[in-house]
């Protein structure tokens, strides 16, 4: 997650035309200089559809935080620095390794900074449509920029809850959601975003390559929820009157399965000032929301993180799995609301 800043609208819409030669809505989301897809055997889904409250208990706590701590130990995921090629590699062992996900990545550059995002995509057993897609993204890039000395190429920055704790949750997606095809009625595509302390540089790029218009219905962004040691809280950010919808359904589901997130608070974007891979999106018209731990200034229930963006963004200040856990449930028990 990056701090507040001025976004230009029309940047994002212009990003939104489509690459003239996008390709059509009905194959799975690539682009130009995309590697090609790793396609696993077929898995052996549940013959029957589980309820959405019995698909949100097979996210194991323990796979979260493995993964978080594996991606930590790279020391940054800073696309500028080396190591980021090794959690690029991680994550596509990780995925390549789970029968039904389709694998592809999808590359840019910033600046002359080569930038690599990672889809995972799963389909329902029947064909999927071409249209109506659902989203599920994190950004897996890190950034130390607040530690003295700061130097990209070289500084630590282990990013264990910005953005280790929302890339974990869509590995285990992945996981979960390849035996639970028969449960969807529409593909739902986990986005790794790459370049998002860049200011969402990653997401940006895929959407303006998606072709006109685009095929999701539904945006639903999970970034840096692992520590409060107050209160189990979320925010809920939304972008424009046309993702109200969908942050009314993301309320309703914290509700219908019992998951717990207080106080999940509802925060519209107006300005386009809330700087998340979500805001191409939901400036763009696709209904997009975001959940993070807190977004703003500290208040009684969030007593502020003073260790992301720095060296000390480490596993041991993951101080809140419970809430961890719940945001992964409540970003799930969203998508498959909308996929189902």
């Known amino acids: 997650m990056v701090r507040p800043c001025v976004l230009v609208l029309a940047i994002v819409v212009a990003a939104c035309g489509g690459a003239p030669n996008a390709p059509s809505p009905s194959s799975p989301p690539a682009a130009a200089a995309s590697t090609s897809p790793t396609v696993a055997p077929s898995p052996s889904p549940s013959p029957t559809p589980r309820p959405i409250s019995a698909i949100l208990e097979r996210i194991d706590p323990a796979k979260l935080n493995d993964h ?15 190591n980021h090629a090794k959690a690029v590699a991680y994550l596509k062992e990780q995925l390549d390794a789970i029968p039904g996900v389709v694998v592809q990545s999808h590359r840019g550059a910033y600046n002359g900074v080569p930038l690599e995002n990672i889809l995972a995509i799963v389909d329902p057993l029947a064909a999927a449509p071409a249209e109506g897609w659902v989203m599920i993204c994190a950004h897996y890039d890190s950034i130390s920029k607040n530690s003295p000395g700061w130097n990209p190429a070289t500084t630590l920055a282990p990013g264990a809850d910005d953005n280790g704790t ?6 285990e997606y992945a996981r979960v959601l390849a035996q639970e095809r028969a449960s969807l009625k529409q593909r ?31 945006v639903v962004n999970i970034d840096m929820v692992g520590f ?28 219908r399965y019992q998951i717990g997130v207080s106080p999940l608070v509802p925060q519209l974007a107006t300005s386009g000032a809330t700087i998340l891979d979500a805001a191409p999106f939901g400036l763009a018209g696709i ?15 969030f007593p502020g993180n003073y260790t992301f963006h720095t060296v000390n963004d480490t596993p041991d200040k993951i101080t809140n799995k419970r809430l961890w856990l719940k945001a992964a449930k409540l970003t799930l028990a969203t998508a498959l609301e909308l996929a189902r």
């Not at 929302?166 to 590995?171: D, K, M, S």
């Open 68 to 82: 978080m701590v594996a991606l930590a130990s790279f020391g940054s995921r800073d696309p500028r620095h080396p």
């Open 166 to 171: 929302g890339t974990a949750a869509l590995l």
């Open 188 to 218: 739902i595509v986990l986005a790794f975003f790459d370049g998002e302390e860049l200011f969402f540089k990653g997401s940006l790029a895929y959407l303006g390559s998606l072709a006109t218009p685009p095929p999701y219905a539904a």
């Open 228 to 255: 409060n040691p107050l209160a189990d809280r979320l925010d809920l950010i939304y972008y424009t009157n046309g993702s109200a919808p969908l942050r009314d359904l993301t309320i309703a589901a914290n509700d």
């Open 287 to 301: 209904p997009a929301i975001a959940l993070v731990q807190r977004y703003g200034e500290n208040d009684a229930t």
